[in-house]
């Protein structure tokens, strides 16, 4: 058996950065830059102005000691152009997004203006400048926009659009397996029969998954069989880069999962580690011809299910994909309540967080048992209580990381 720090270690060194592919701007969300990019155009692409209102030469307002008279020459909406140039005593009304006419240097907003028949009325000096947005003013021509390794989110896309970069060269997704294993699943929404339980983890893992940058290519349930789990792990091996099961890690009679990967000549990173829960937790490499897989062996109990992913799953998924920060936010924070366990292990606590004069306090959210599922809804993060420690007081810090799920 191994330590928490050894395993997580033995994973992540393993995680290579999948190929390369370009997608559509609409289908980049989430996903890792895998080049840097320049914007080809300055933007806006032009002066524009930013309000509704009166293009004018800022000079013909300078010194007035009264209103001043423009005369109206044109109104131009967004979209269109004024392709004269605006000469003294001249004024063209323009829209928030509209080019600002040549010879024009400030605009006056709509409602520091009058109109009448033609004629514009300014009632005050305007500075060069005011209310104009200069071509380039957000983003250069040549300027880098997004650097290689950039999770892309709703801004990034954004300013891309803006660009306009309608396709985008990211990393590719990780095509994620997950095989349910157990006899006594039955599916939500089916009539309970005596010895049966609700299948939880099927969901649980395709909505994890959902949350993290992986493509699910396949989710089923899957006979304590040697034989169907056999068959199951090989048509995931040649398919998927990641293959998740849940259940059959352990040493009872049905747990296969072990025996199914070594039938298939898996090679085994590790079986067992230091940690409550998810004790059994399992990592292979499983190949099939040129075809290679990773496989977590997690145990079926949902709560060692959801805290494993978290742990070992996401971070792992997070690196094939490109990311960089792939590893759980962490916070420090001090425990409202006394804790003790047996030495030996690590345990990951569930709790709520609650930031007090800019200390976080994590208190047990519930109970801490890995079948429970109640106390998972009402975590905020998982403390981790040291393997060498067996009490800790009130107020003792721990480091906590942050779940996404």
Known sequence: MISYEQARNLVMERARVLGKEEVVLAGA??????????????????RNSAVDGYAIRSEDTAGQAGPVRLKLQAEQPAGEYFRKRLSRGQTVKVMT???????????????????KDGVIF??????????????????KKGQVIIAAGTVLRAPHL????????????????PKVAVLITGNELCRPGEKLVPGKIYDSNSIILEALLET?????????????????????????TGKADVIITSGGVSVGDYDLVKEAAKKLGAEEVFWKVAQKPAKPLAFYQ???????????????????????????????I????????????????????????KRGRLNFVRVRLEQVEGTWRATP???????????????????????????????ARVRVHLVEW
Do not use: M
């Open 212 to 236: 993290s940058p992986a493509e699910l290519v396949a989710l089923r349930q899957v006979k304590d069989d040697f034989k169907s789990l056999t068959a199951a792990l090989r048509a995931a």
């Open 158 to 173: 954004g300013l891309l659009a803006a660009c306009g970069v309608s396709r985008v060269k990211v990393y590719r997704r």
């Open 365 to 395: 959210a519930g109970q801490q048992e890995s079948g429970i599922i109640s106390s998972l809804a009402e975590t905020d993060g998982l403390a981790l209580i040291p393997a060498e420690a067996d009490f800790l007081p009130e107020g």
């Open 122 to 139: 300014i009632k005050h000096e305007f500075k060069a400048g005011e209310n104009v947005r200069e071509a380039g003013e957000d983003v």
């Open 318 to 341: 997070k690196k094939l994909s490109g990311w960089q920060d792939y590893w759980p936010q962490e916070v420090e924070a001090v425990l409202t309540v006394p804790y003790r366990k």
């Open 286 to 316: 499983l190949k099939k011809g040129k075809q290679a897989a990773w496989l977590f062996g997690l145990p079926g109990n949902p709560g060692a299910v959801i805290i494993s992913f978290e742990e070992y799953v996401r971070p792992f």
């Open 97 to 115: 997004g509209a080019p600002v006419p040549a010879g024009a240097d400030s605009v006056v907003p709509v409602e520091e203006a009058e109109e």
């Open 29 to 46: 969300l989430g996903r890792v830059a895998a080049a840097e990019i320049r914007s080809k155009i300055p933007v806006p692409p032009f």
